[in-house]
């Protein structure tokens, strides 16, 4: 007789287990320390905005975004993303976001953070919270370890999300369908309709609306 397939709890970052939207906080860290400028937090703003609404060209805002960190090696990402979390994030983590967690971990569920942001960005998150696994946004990397610039594909938005999700369940034994999955975003809808239990945290107009209409649970951290 075969063992249990353990169950999964998926965890969405940015407006779900942090209360913020940590792009534009990294933008304002790399402002701070003379790596970036107001229009940059300008342009930051104005593309969370278009996310928000829906209207965003996601692969052209990668392509724009990324393109500054050719060249940079990725110990300087990672060493930069620990300092930042410390001084700009951390603060911002939802207590409820904790106490979610450390339900789902005490019943022996895997704990993933599933977020469009790149594994640079959620670790320090994961780290805090102890939680194992990250699926994030990839950056290509050269053989010298510097980044090129672009981002693999596909990315983690949207039905992108759900591919790289399938592949963590793949690597780990566990079911999509069977699974919970925290996330404040109506982009994320492909991969709530893939899992036992979905919930809205926080949710934008359009994910409360249709939360509602399907009897998702909506919870406010």
């Known amino acids: 007789m075969s063992a249990p397939k353990p169950r999964a709890a998926l965890f969405d970052m940015d407006r779900t287990l942090v209360r ?9 860290y790399l402002r701070d320390i003379g790596e970036a ?8 703003f ?20 990324l393109a500054p960190l050719s060249g940079t090696p990725e110990s300087t990402l990672v060493t930069r993303c620990e300092d930042w979390f410390g001084k700009y994030v951390e603060r911002h983590v939802a ?11 005490a019943a022996g569920d895997v704990c993933a953070i599933v977020t469009g942001a790149t594994k640079y960005a959620a670790r320090p998150l994961a780290q805090r ?30 039905v992108g999300k759900v591919r790289r999700a399938e592949a963590l369940a ?47 649970r909506i919870e406010r951290w």
Not at 20 to 28: H, I, P, W
Not at 38 to 44: G, Y
Not at 95 to 105: L, S
Not at 211 to 216: I, N, S, T, V, Y
Request: aromatic share 8%; net charge negative.
């Open 46 to 65: 104005y593309w969370v905005g278009q996310y928000t609404l829906g209207l965003l060209d996601a692969e052209g805002m990668a392509e724009k975004a």
């Open 129 to 158: 919270l102890e939680i194992e696994h990250v699926v994030g946004t990839e950056l290509e990397i050269d053989a010298r370890g510097l980044f090129t610039g672009r981002a693999e594909r596909p990315l983690c938005l949207g």
């Open 95 to 105: 207590d409820a976001g904790r106490r979610a967690v450390k339900r789902h971990k």
């Open 37 to 44: 400028s107001t229009f940059d937090l300008l342009k930051t």
């Open 170 to 216: 793949e690597r780990l034994g566990f079911v999509l369908e069977e699974s919970t999955f925290y996330s404040d975003s109506v982009t994320d809808v492909p991969l709530l309709e893939r899992v036992a239990e979905p919930i809205a945290v926080n949710p934008d107009p359009r994910l409360e609306r249709l939360a509602r209409q399907r009897g998702w």
């Open 20 to 28: 913020k939207e940590t792009a534009s906080l990294y933008v304002r």
